[in-house]
T-cell receptor
Framework: AQSVTQLGSHVSVSEGALVLLRCNYS??????LFWYVQYPNQGLQLLLK??????LVKGINGFEAEFKKSETSFHLTKPSAHMSDAAEYFC????????????FGQGTILTVHP | DADVTQTPRNRITKTGKRIMLECSQT?????MYWYRQDPGLGLRLIYY???????NKGEISDGYSVSRQAQAKFSLSLESAIPNQTALYFC??????????????FGPGTRLTVL
């Protein structure tokens, strides 16, 4: 079964600084990888999705993620943080055996300081 | 209008009570899911349904049951609620085929407190 590890349960950056949220998946390459964002008191919203068409995936709100097979990673980045980026971010992978199921990481809470 | 709705949004109940959480969707998706979210644990799958006649247990199904009343409706029940079922519960939907394959769309969540 797939597993996902998000390094760092809390990340704090200053407004305008680079955002880097880390995600590693287990060794077998999953069909799809996702990043979701959860704003306070809301459900999860899709940020971006990797489908093997391109290793660099661009998402909404200026976020992007790069799939690196050699490192089993799918880290999320944004060049310049905005106050409105403060939220919890989840990495998820689909199950290559039972399509349709997603396995989520533990989540990373992003705080943005003025 | 939201594509995935959950009722109630908040519920406080007592130990031993039976609780039902409801989920409806207008996306036309065949697949529906129930998750619970606990701080530091991410989302864990309780049950999932790939169509009306197909219901499967997730990783933490003990103490829960579900009913898929129609393609658009998927309910989660706690037969006898206990305090450690206090959590945020999410419903999600997805479809197979096309660029949206496996992408799950989430409802706004139900915050359940069991006293």
């Amino acid at each position: 079964a797939q597993s996902v590890t998000q390094l760092g349960s809390h990340v704090s950056v200053s407004e305008g600084a680079l955002v880097l949220l880390r995600c590693n998946y287990s060794s077998s390459v999953p069909p799809y990888l996702f990043w979701y964002v959860q704003y306070p008191n809301q459900g999860l919203q899709l940020l971006l999705k990797y489908t093997s068409a391109a290793t660099l995936v661009k998402g909404i709100n200026g976020f992007e993620a790069e799939f690196k097979k050699s490192e089993t990673s799918f880290h999320l980045t944004k060049p310049s943080a905005h106050m409105s980026d403060a939220a919890e971010y989840f990495c998820a992978v689909s199950d290559s055996v039972s399509y349709g199921k997603l396995t989520f990481g533990q989540g990373t809470i992003l705080t943005v300081h003025p | 209008d939201a594509d995935v709705t959950q009722t109630p949004r908040n519920r406080i109940t007592k130990t031993g009570k039976r609780i039902m959480l409801e989920c409806s969707q207008t996306k036309g998706h065949d697949r529906m899911y129930w998750y619970r979210q606990d701080p530091g644990l991410g989302l864990r799958l309780i049950y999932y349904s790939f169509d009306v006649k197909d219901i499967n247990k997730g990783e933490i199904s003990d103490g829960y049951s579900v009913s898929r009343q129609a393609q658009a409706k998927f309910s989660l029940s706690l037969e006898s609620a206990i305090p450690n079922q206090t959590a945020l519960y999410f419903c999600a939907t997805s479809q197979i085929g096309g660029p949206d394959t496996d992408t799950q769309y989430f409802g706004p969540g139900t915050r359940l407190t069991v006293l």
